[in-house]
């Protein structure tokens, strides 16, 4: 059963355009939603995250959105360019045992952005 | 800049066999984690170990075993490695009450 449901599995873009992924969840005990950014043969790293109680974060080109009512959350690259092709992750954040949080990840998004 | 490393880019095993693979952090985390990682599936979490010695299964533990004698260092172990257990292989470290997870380069695994 897969807690964070995450679309497209992959997306191409013109340099320039406009990026959107997007992501669902189902659990309310999700408290922190990040989305993480691999290249290949790197493992994923932490691009941007959101609590629950903003709406948006923006930082740089990248933005999320966030609908907590329709528990649903998206990532935004605005300007997309080549050096952004990568796989990304959108996941969700719990509490856990002693001081460990844990992720969901979704089912990630390939992203090439043509020259 | 903290560091996670993995012992082993590239492995081939033998079914049946025992497998170890080693994890090591540099920021004094309190928290390790093992994933796999698949097409289409995403990352998994296998074991979490939140202190030395403490250990706590994720989602698909089935199979796997781990070790957490030192702060810094975290083992999966494969008791009898299966082909089905072919996969990326993602540890990642977090410190306190840090949201953020940070991920070594991977293992590509592959059991012939």
């Known amino acids: 059963q897969q807690q964070v449901k995450q679309s497209p599995q992959s997306l191409i873009v013109q340099k320039g355009g406009i990026s959107i992924i997007n992501c669902a969840y189902e659990n309310t005990a999700f408290d922190y939603f990040p989305w993480y950014q691999q290249f290949p043969g790197k493992g994923p790293a932490l691009l941007i995250a959101i609590r629950p109680d903003v709406s948006e974060k923006k930082e740089g080109r990248f933005t999320i959105s966030f609908n907590k009512s329709a528990k649903q959350f998206s990532l935004h690259i605005m300007d997309s360019q080549p050096g952004d092709s990568a796989t990304y992750f959108c996941a969700a954040s719990s509490r856990s045992s002693g001081s460990a949080r844990q992720l969901t990840f979704g089912s990630g998004t390939q992203l090439t952005v043509l020259p | 800049d903290v560091k996670v490393t993995q012992s082993s880019r590239y492995l081939v095993k033998r079914t049946g066999e025992k497998v170890f693979l080693e994890c090591v952090q540099d920021?004094?985390?309190?928290?390790m984690f093992w994933y796999r990682q698949d097409p289409g599936l995403g990352l998994r979490l296998i074991y979490f170990?939140?202190?030395?010695?403490?250990?706590e299964k994720g989602d698909i533990p089935e199979g796997y075993s781990v070790s957490r004698e030192k702060k810094e260092r975290f083992s999966l172990i494969l008791e009898s490695a299966s082909t089905n257990q072919t996969s990326m292989y993602l540890c990642?470290?977090?410190?306190?009450?840090?949201?953020?997870?940070?991920f070594g380069p991977g293992t590509r695994l592959t059991v012939t």
């Open positions: 990642a470290s977090s410190g306190g009450q840090g949201h953020e997870q940070y």
């Open positions: 920021m004094d985390h309190e928290n």
């Open positions: 170990s939140y202190d030395v010695k403490m250990k």
